[in-house]
């Protein structure tokens, strides 16, 4: 007698088999996220859809970008009716780094939106040039960073960077622009760690996550095609974006490890494929199977 069989001949029917489904052991899939710029171009066409598919798979919180355009104010009113958690988002950072610019939200605006939409969290997603140019601009951004974690702290929101790789590539006296984030930052200022961008950038994930230890807010898990070239510091090919399990980067450990540093939430990302909802599928169903 087969399994199925003796699942049959005991319940009566096959629709128990769930009950005897392997759950996964690894940390933060009761909560797992996805970030939502993975399914950017899903969501331009159809938001509401997209977000459906999202629940559907098994996605539990999500983590918005642009805020706080209305598109990602639309982003975490329908995902929270759709049972999933909205905790923190990617903000429009030249609100802070450079609120000189035309059009541009006042920083205290967009923590005021944070604030009454209850995020507890706001990223800052990218760095421009001018910002990350040498050894002292990354100092002036660092300060401005902090000066806004001070603000947004107030406002009960904490405030966390999301690295890239040019962050670690070596400059004067062969310092980098994250070890000066790393000497300079406060208290109140948080990383938010890619680990794809990390392994890029020539630096092992779990130790760098070892070395911040109580200063990482959240993870982005995001696999790196196997046999890339690290460090990279230059162009990305498309096709250097993994699904989870199927490249380089040790997902499994650092989720262990980042579990035992207290790091709140980890969202799948996947910068880059032909098809994003196959992709975060697949991503969420290796994990699921761990």
Not at 37 to 65: H, N
Not at 125 to 135: A, E, G, S
Not at 194 to 199: E, G, L, N, Q, Y
Request: net charge positive; aromatic share 8%; charged share 25%.
């Amino acid at each position: 007698m087969n399994r199925r069989s003796f699942i049959k001949q005991v319940c009566g029917t096959s629709v128990c088999l769930p009950a005897f489904a392997r759950s996964s052991t690894i940390p933060y899939m009761g909560d797992i996220g996805l970030q939502l710029y993975t399914l950017r171009k899903a969501i331009a066409k159809d938001l509401p859809k997209t977000l459906e598919e999202v629940a559907k798979v098994g996605y539990r919180q999500v983590e918005p970008y642009g805020f706080p355009s209305p598109q990602s104010i639309e982003m975490i009113k329908r995902a929270r009716d759709l049972g999933m958690k909205v905790n923190s988002s990617h903000f429009t950072w030249d609100s802070l780094l450079n609120p000189q610019k035309k059009g541009m939200r006042p920083f205290d605006e967009v923590l005021e939106n944070a604030h009454n939409l209850n995020l507890t969290d706001l990223v800052v997603p990218y760095l421009h040039n001018q910002d990350r140019k040498d050894l002292p601009a990354y100092q002036r951004t660092a300060e401005k960073l902090n000066l806004g974690a001070e603000q947004a702290a107030k406002a009960g929101v904490r405030l966390a960077y999301h690295n890239h790789a040019f962050e670690f590539k070596p400059m004067q006296g062969n310092k980098t622009g994250f070890d000066i984030f790393v000497d300079s930052f406060s208290q109140k200022m948080h990383f938010e760690v890619d680990v794809f961008w990390v392994k890029l950038g020539g630096i092992e994930p779990t130790d760098l996550l070892q070395k911040l230890n109580n200063r990482v807010s959240q993870l982005h898990l995001k696999d790196l095609q196997k046999g890339s070239v690290c460090p990279n510091f230059g162009k990305v090919e498309p096709e250097a974006f993994e699904e989870i399990g199927d490249g380089m980067v040790p997902i499994i450990p650092i989720m262990r490890l980042a579990e035992k540093l207290g790091i709140k939430h980890c969202h799948v990302e996947q910068d880059h494929s032909p098809d994003p909802i196959k992709s975060v599928r697949k991503s969420i169903n290796f994990l699921k199977n761990q």
